[in-house]
């Protein structure tokens, strides 16, 4: 039977390790933290996530937790439109997705709930090292056990251990900026003017503040865990004070900003923040694939490719990338096809994710700049780029 060791279960590391194990790979998938958990915040799956997630088998269960995304523009912070909001051209189809958003916990159920049985989870192991060699078998040691398997997946995050050795030509750099996620449940969020309560988009000054719901007030809704989920991103560096400082922090700068972000501020609590420091990888690593033995090592979702979170895809590449391997390993056999199958993995998926990272790093840039400045020059970008900024900042069903 083919083999496969998995480091890391966040979003990527599951859903590789769930379509190994439903296509016949015996897999070890190895986790850091003490046991499988996502965290309590929520992240919009677009279009391609929604595709990736069909293709890995979990559509269903998708569905289960999933709330629409509608189409919105972009607001500067006195509330008057930099885009306005667009009519959906075409209507949902199988093929053509719009986004939803998911709470985070639930994805992760879904994602643990196509583990099946048959996977080998360890949890509170930390890979330490891994064994490079051409004609050895794929290995890796927490320096306590050893795991060797026809295939090692890195999947272990912006700072992975596996990338560091693949890979080191490419580093993990601050992207200087700071985000803070949360969700305020249902029974604490206040009534909102009309016209605000399905979700938006502000930028300003190098600040953003996005938000949308999940499942609606007064029902279930479509997630179990629903409300309404923020994002903010201000210029800086991560903020080392207690969460209720951050918070005050957080409302004196989106003090003066346009219904309803004053009135999500005030109803969240500092429990609910959680803080990213945010960080991208530079260069692009050269490959996303080694051989050795007869198989070998790949890197999936942020441990190849991480990126600050600006066009908000980073969990939704780490499906596709999933949903790629799982088809160019389904036939793959050690020895034989396997190496060429990791081959194709690189040269399929690393032109359209270095792509998307330059078009991070701009959106960034431009995010970055401050005052009127900075202004005209994203109204500038926002007209000669409408194909960029128009698809990333709404979170549209544009593709
Ligand atoms: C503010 C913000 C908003 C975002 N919004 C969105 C959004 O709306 N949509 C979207 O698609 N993306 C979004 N993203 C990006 C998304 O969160 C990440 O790209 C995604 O979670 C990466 O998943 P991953 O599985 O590759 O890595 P991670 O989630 O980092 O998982 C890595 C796992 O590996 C484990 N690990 C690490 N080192 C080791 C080791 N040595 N041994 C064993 N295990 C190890 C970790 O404990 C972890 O469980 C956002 C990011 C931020 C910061």
């Known amino acids: 039977m083919r083999s496969a060791v998995v480091v890391g279960a966040g979003v990527g590391g599951l859903a590789v390790a769930g379509a190994l194990t439903r296509t016949g790979w015996q897999v070890t998938l190895l986790e850091r933290a003490g046991r499988l958990r996502g965290d309590t915040a929520a992240l919009l799956i677009w279009p391609e996530g929604v595709r990736a997630l069909r293709a890995l088998g979990l559509g269903d269960g998708l569905r289960a937790i999933a709330s629409p995304v509608p189409t919105?523009?972009?607001?500067?912070?006195?509330?008057?439109?930099?885009?306005?909001?667009?009519?959906?051209?075409?209507?949902?189809?199988?093929?053509?997705?719009?986004?939803?958003?998911?709470?985070?916990?639930?994805?992760?159920?879904?994602?643990?709930?196509?583990?099946?049985?048959?996977?080998?989870?360890r949890t509170g192991v930390a890979v330490r090292t891994v064994r490079m060699g051409r004609d050895e078998p794929a290995t890796v040691s927490d320096g306590r056990s050893t795991w060797s398997a026809d295939l090692v997946v890195g999947a272990d995050g912006v700072d992975s251990i596996v990338r560091r050795r693949l890979a080191p030509e490419a580093t993990a750099v601050a992207a200087g900026c700071a985000a803070w996620?949360?969700?305020?449940?249902?029974?604490?969020?206040?009534?909102?003017?009309?016209?605000?309560?399905?979700?938006?988009?502000?930028?300003?000054?190098?600040?953003?503040?996005?938000?949308?719901?999940?499942?609606?007030?007064?029902?279930?809704?479509?997630?179990?865990?629903?409300?309404?989920?923020?994002?903010?991103?201000?210029?800086?560096?991560?903020?080392?004070?207690?969460?209720?400082?951050?918070?005050?922090?957080?409302?004196?700068?989106?003090?003066?900003?346009?219904?309803?972000?004053?009135?999500?501020l005030a109803a969240t609590e500092p429990e609910d923040l959680i803080q990213h420091s945010v960080a991208e990888l530079r260069p692009v690593p050269r490959s996303f694939s080694y051989l050795a033995g007869g198989g070998g090592y790949v890197l999936l979702g942020d441990a190849a490719h991480a990126m600050s979170h600006h066009l908000g895809q980073g969990a939704c590449l780490a499906l596709e990338d999933a949903a790629a391997l799982r088809t160019l390993l389904l036939d793959a056999v050690p020895g034989r096809t396997l190496g060429t199958a990791l081959d194709a993995y690189t040269r399929d998926r690393r032109p359209r994710l270095a792509r998307i990272m330059r078009q991070s790093r701009r959106v960034g840039a431009m995010m970055a700049a401050n005052g009127s400045l900075a202004g005209r020059a994203r109204d500038a970008a926002l007209g000669l780029s409408p194909s960029l900024l128009g698809r990333v900042l709404r979170g549209s069903r544009a593709r």
Request: aromatic share 8%.
């Open 181 to 264: 996620r949360a969700v305020i449940p249902w029974y604490r969020v206040p009534k909102l003017p009309d016209g605000l309560g399905t979700g938006g988009e502000t930028l300003g000054g190098g600040h953003r503040f996005r938000y949308a719901l999940l499942g609606e007030r007064g029902s279930a809704g479509a997630s179990s865990r629903g409300g309404i989920y923020w994002a903010a991103t201000v210029p800086g560096a991560y903020r080392p004070e207690p969460p209720a400082t951050q918070l005050s922090l957080l409302r004196r700068w989106f003090a003066d900003w346009h219904p309803p972000v004053g009135d999500l």
């Open 72 to 121: 919105r523009g972009i607001r500067r912070p006195n509330g008057q439109w930099l885009v306005q909001p667009y009519p959906a051209t075409e209507p949902e189809t199988e093929d053509a997705p719009g986004s939803v958003v998911v709470h985070r916990e639930d994805l992760h159920d879904t994602l643990v709930a196509g583990l099946g049985d048959r996977i080998d989870i």
